[in-house]
């Protein structure tokens, strides 16, 4: 044991010193000698293993751990849990965190947190529930972040609220990372002010809680405050990063305040040092699109090497078509298709761009040019979220087993479900718990899963479009 310890000591510090192939070969030698690894050995081997996203050598080590009864500590477990976290599947996560017999809070920490990964944030919840019922465990801070980061992808503002007030009863000096978690859920669930109070009661911020909170209100349409909490955070000291600036960006784009936006991304590289991104090329084109600055936007995609983006130049696209100037979206039309011809998305907006300026030879032209492309249009779709069940209601198809329901309060809205076209429009305001959370423009198949939504909804239960 001595030596299998001492050998586990040097794989680590080979790895710790940037050079882990060395501790590889260490491992192989050491098994080529019929040194039997310990559990030191295999999470300084794993954790090599990982930081490389080798996922087969992941799995190799791992059928080792299960030979040596090895995979049952929480000592290795975890780190097995992480690399399946990092290359892997939830499937081989949750096989890893069941195999190991006394979990401690790590344990149950990278569960939730691989489950929010792969986007299985219901489960995440659910594992975090499981959790509170084991009796020798209990949550920590990175536990709450995790789980609320959970309820925030969810839009479960019930189940963030849970949480919180627990938290104001049991914990009354929150951790800094929990409170930023906390503004994040309670924005991305529509309740930018319970945010934005809770902000302004935090006796100290860092750099994620202004990023948090100016990145919530500008998705909210709170452009100005945003601009104002950006100014607090300089004054504070802390210095802007590149994720501040899709924030700003974010708000000068929702709030319509285009010259503020071009003077914060030019002085990106200017004032900041920071070198603008995809990210925030494809903010600053939204925000020209929809102020109709079309050919501002066109110019500052052609002054970057990544401007050769499909979704920059469809965002593009899309802009011209709703402020229907055909000059630019010819351009911007040929341009994606000679990005990707095999997409059919520029057929069909060139040709509603086309039909908004009453061309109606130029739509039957673009018509034609994508019926002798080959490419097939996919039917557009609807998705919903309900409890975490998926729903999905797809254009034309009527086989859902609960339509005749859905029709029959359709007709009580003056809608005739087989008359549906890109003309109908209805406004639905969304209630829960007595709290006007948001509003749903609904056109083409939108009014068959808003209704279905209206007949299955329940106190708390929170809708997720797709």
Not at 4 to 30: C, D, V, Y
Not at 307 to 316: P, Q, R, T, V, Y
């Amino acid at each position: 044991m001595c030596k299998s310890f001492s050998i586990g000591s040097r794989k680590t510090g080979f790895a710790e010193n940037l050079q882990p192939e060395k501790g590889l070969e260490l491992f192989k030698l050491m098994n080529q000698k019929g040194l039997q690894p310990d559990r030191f050995s295999f999470v300084a081997v794993l954790g090599i293993s990982c930081n490389k996203e080798d996922l087969e050598a992941g799995r190799s080590l791992h059928c080792q751990t299960i030979k040596l009864g090895l995979d049952s500590s929480a000592f290795v477990g975890n780190v097995l849990m992480t690399i399946y976290s990092k290359c892997g599947s939830i499937g081989s996560v949750e096989s890893a965190f069941w195999s190991i017999k006394e979990k401690d809070v790590i344990s149950w920490n990278t569960f939730i947190v691989a489950c929010s990964h792969f986007g299985d944030h219901a489960k995440a919840l659910m594992v975090y529930r499981e959790m509170e019922n084991a009796c020798d465990i209990h949550p920590d801070d990175f536990t709450l972040s995790g789980v609320l980061t959970a309820c925030a992808e969810l839009a479960s503002i019930r189940h963030g609220r849970q949480i919180h007030t627990h938290l104001i009863r049991s914990k009354p000096n929150l951790d800094i990372g929990v409170c930023n978690a906390l503004i994040n859920m309670y924005a991305k669930c529509g309740a930018i002010e319970l945010a934005l109070r809770l902000f302004h009661s935090m006796p100290n911020r860092n750099l994620v809680s202004y990023n948090t909170m100016i990145m919530g209100l500008g998705n909210h349409g709170r452009g100005q405050t945003a601009l104002e909490i950006f100014k607090q955070m300089k004054t504070w000291g802390f210095s802007p990063d590149s994720i501040t600036f899709i924030g700003v960006l974010t708000a000068c784009s929702h709030a319509g305040l285009v010259d503020a936006g071009l003077i914060y991304f030019d002085s990106m590289k200017e004032t900041y040092g920071i070198s603008p991104q995809l990210e925030h090329l494809s903010c600053l084109v939204d925000m020209l699109g929809r102020a109709g600055r079309l050919e501002v936007a066109e110019r500052y995609i052609e002054m970057f090497p990544f401007g050769n983006d499909l979704i920059i130049w469809g965002s593009l696209l899309s802009s011209c078509r709703l402020h229907k100037n055909v000059v630019v979206g010819e351009r911007v039309a040929k341009r994606l298709l000679e990005l990707q011809p095999t997409v059919s998305s520029p057929y069909i907006l060139l040709s509603n761009l086309y039909a908004s300026n009453g061309r109606w030879n130029d739509v039957a032209e673009a018509r034609k040019m994508l019926k002798g492309s080959g490419v097939k249009k996919e039917p557009g779709h609807s998705m919903i979220e309900i409890e975490g069940g998926t729903v999905k209601f797809t254009i034309g198809d009527f086989s859902h087993k609960r339509i005749e329901e859905v029709k029959e309060i359709l007709g009580t809205l003056n809608f005739q479900a087989e008359e549906f076209n890109l003309q109908s429009f209805v406004s639905i305001w969304i209630w829960i718990n007595g709290e006007r959370l948001m509003k749903m423009m609904t056109n083409s198949c939108s009014p068959l899963y808003q209704v279905y939504f209206l007949k299955v909804q329940k106190s708390g239960v929170v809708i997720h479009q797709y």
